[in-house]
């Protein structure tokens, strides 16, 4: 019976590391060759078939939307992409390659199929080279005749993709109102070529995807969307980017109804950049972005926002700036998670650069409510400054819930610099709050500034006039005296000159000057 | 006084003798005394250094300072003296003049230790952001936002 028991336990084993062994590494290289000459296995040119890379992801992940075509990676495999420039999307010769799946008049959908589940143990990868050496030269997939999505995600889970450059060759916006020649063909020609350029809709497509790591990924300059991902769970997103895409940076919204987009589980950022999302970076890549407009002017503008979700949301050291509408918009968090951002930097977002719902730890962050930023520029359709007020706000969804603000740096123009619905947020309903929801306010500094429309100053906090819920204050220094009267006489507030470097908005510095009574106990300000 | 002059008179060899005319005038003004010396200087302290600039009108004097720690001077014009310790000291000017005799003139000066300015608080600051220097804020902050 013993020997019974360890066979079987040796089987397992046997089975376990047989399942690892079976697992492949596939190559892509720019002098790789098509899947009927090189069967991807060795990292050499196409001369060497049929052990040779293959010239594109495409040839990995072929197109399926219409007839099935396998994958030719299995789930758990890896696939490592050689630095060097690769189009995804409708080539001229991927009609005889795949078929009608990308024939001219679908050339939209002619984009790699869904990456293939891999397990927990043995995730299906799709690395760059160098992804485990700092990553100093991510392939290029720039995506072309207007692809629906680069890559895929969806339904697949446990996967990791790492050192890529995400991003189109086109300088334009799908249905940028404001001007017709900056938009990017939406139908395709009807002729042999679709004729809708060098652009892509969206970086990255992704639902019900679960286990996924997202590591030193620039996603940028897309038509539309960098990334579209609902009914997620468990993300792990570390060094990403998302920059100037046309209409949005990052879309937790998959469409259709209000729980359709739902996501779970551990959602975690480290290191996110999220800027100048509805503006539309320059083609070729000069640095700069244009084309900026918002939601009045018939775009969208969100850096990074969600339809009604759950989750675990954290959020170390992003960087929200730039985009023109929210930068972070969590407002219709069901209640059932939290959101923690530590060491943030939001500044300069059109709309609110801080949106929360539900339990909320806003710690150790920068905030430059600077929201009319974009007006007076030379934008075809500047963005309508400070939409909803500007500032950052953070909602409750029930009572019993606590949000933090500690340690935070605020200047701004908005209505109001920081604070939330008395009655809670509007996506899920308004709730009845009360004593128990409570706003803990300390070690804050706030520096007021006029508000952008000339109608007096920022107010400080804003819960209700009487708030319903608790607020503790401690140890803020205001200055100067906000909108509302009261504050610079309310216990654990200090209404004293912060003594920053630059209190400027435009060029506004945070770090203390030396005599600043932020760095001790003084002037009044209790530690 | 200035050397007599010699008038010399020749005797004729008729025994008579010749006498030049003598002009007569008046004896020559005696040089004007050199005025005194009159020393003057005023000091100001920059920490341990006494900054010294001397206004003293010396009319062929020579000065010598004293310092009032010990060390002397007879370097002319303005000073520059650093004390080894912060307190009060005498310094003192003589001009020695011309046609002799001192003019002396003292005034006190009190030095003290510098001024050092504290070092940057350390650590992050209590109240607000932890941004505590300028590296740690350009790490922070984009060039493009």
């Not at chain 1, 007021?448 to 608790?470: A, E, F, H, Q, R």
Request: glycine content about 14%; charged content about 10%.
């Amino acid at each position: 019976m013993m020997f019974r028991i360890l066979g079987l336990l040796l089987a397992v084993l046997l089975v376990g590391l047989c399942g690892e062994a079976a697992a492949t590494t596939y190559y892509v290289r720019t002098d790789g060759g098509p899947a009927s000459v090189c069967n991807g296995t060795a990292d050499a040119p196409s001369s060497a078939a049929p052990n040779c890379a293959w010239n594109s992801l495409m040839e990995a992940l072929p197109p399926n939307w219409l007839h099935a075509q396998a994958a030719k990676i299995a789930g758990g495999d890896t696939v490592i992409i050689a630095p060097g420039s690769y189009p995804i999307g409708w080539l001229a010769a991927y009609g005889t390659r795949f078929g009608d799946n990308c024939a001219a008049p679908y050339a939209p959908a002619c984009h790699p199929q869904p990456v293939p589940s891999g397990t927990a143990g043995n995730p299906t990868r799709i690395l760059g080279a160098g992804w485990d050496s700092g990553c100093t030269a991510p392939p290029e997939l720039w995506g072309t005749e207007g692809a629906n999505w680069m890559l895929s995600l969806d339904g697949s889970s446990h996967v990791v993709i790492a050192c890529l450059d995400i991003t189109d060759h086109a300088y334009c916006t799908l249905n940028y109102r404001p001007d017709p020649a900056r938009t990017c063909p939406y139908h395709v020609s009807g002729g042999a070529d679709p004729g809708m350029g060098d652009y892509a809709r969206v970086g990255l497509h992704a639902q019900d995807s679960d286990d996924v790591t997202l590591q030193d990924v620039s996603i940028h300059g897309l038509g539309d969307q960098g990334v579209q991902a609902g009914r997620i769970s468990n993300w792990t997103v570390t060094r990403v980017t998302v920059a100037g895409n046309g209409n949005v940076g990052w879309n937790g919204d998959l469409g259709g109804n209000g729980s359709n987009s739902k996501n779970s589980g551990n959602l975690t950022f480290t290191d996110l950049v999220v800027k100048w999302n509805g503006c539309q970076e320059h083609y070729p890549v000069d640095g700069g972005y244009d084309l900026c407009y918002g939601q009045e002017q018939g775009g969208y503008g969100d850096g990074l926002g969600e339809a009604l979700t759950g989750g675990v949301w954290t959020f170390i050291r992003p960087k929200f700036y730039r985009n023109t509408s929210d930068g972070l918009d969590l407002l219709y968090l069901d209640g059932t998670g939290s959101v923690t951002i530590d060491r943030g930097y939001f500044a300069r977002n059109v709309g609110n650069d801080l949106k929360t719902a539900g339990n909320a730890t806003i710690t150790n962050s920068v905030f430059i409510a600077n929201c009319a930023v974009f007006k007076g520029t030379s934008q075809p359709v500047a963005p309508n400054p400070c939409r909803a007020g500007g500032g950052e706000f953070a909602d409750f969804t029930a009572p019993g819930q606590v949000i933090t603000f500690a340690h935070n740096t605020v200047v701004g123009e908005a209505g109001c610099l920081f604070g939330g619905d008395p009655t809670g947020t509007g996506q899920t309903g308004s709730a009845v709050l009360d004593a128990s929801n409570v706003v803990n306010i300390h070690h804050n500094i706030f520096v007021i500034k006029p508000k952008w429309n000339g109608d007096g100053v920022s107010c400080l906090v804003y819960y209700g006039s009487p708030p319903p819920m608790t607020i503790n204050w401690a140890s803020n220094i205001v200055w100067p005296a906000p909108r509302e009267a009261g504050r610079c006489t309310t216990a654990g507030i200090t209404c004293v000159d912060p003594q920053l470097t630059d209190e400027a908005l435009g060029t506004f510095n945070p770090v203390p000057l030396t005599g600043s009574p932020a760095w001790t106990a003084s002037a009044g300000v209790q530690p | 006084m200035s050397n007599p002059t010699v008038i010399v008179i020749n005797q004729n060899a008729d025994g008579s003798y010749d006498i030049p005319a003598i002009t007569l005038r008046p004896a020559a003004a005696a040089p004007p005394a050199q005025p005194d010396p009159v020393p003057a200087f005023s000091m100001t302290a920059d920490g341990l250094t006494v900054n010294i600039t001397d206004q003293s009108v010396l009319n062929g004097g020579q000065e010598s300072w004293d310092f009032g720690d010990g060390t002397a001077s007879v370097v002319q014009g303005d000073q520059a003296h650093s004390y080894a310790q912060a307190g009060t000291y005498t310094v003192g000017l003589t001009i020695a003049g011309a046609t002799g005799g001192t003019w002396p003139l003292s005034q006190t000066v009190t030095v003290a230790d510098p001024v050092v300015p504290p070092p940057p608080p350390s650590g992050d600051p209590a109240i607000g952001a932890p941004v505590s220097t300028q590296a740690e804020w350009d790490a922070i902050n984009p060039k493009d936002a």
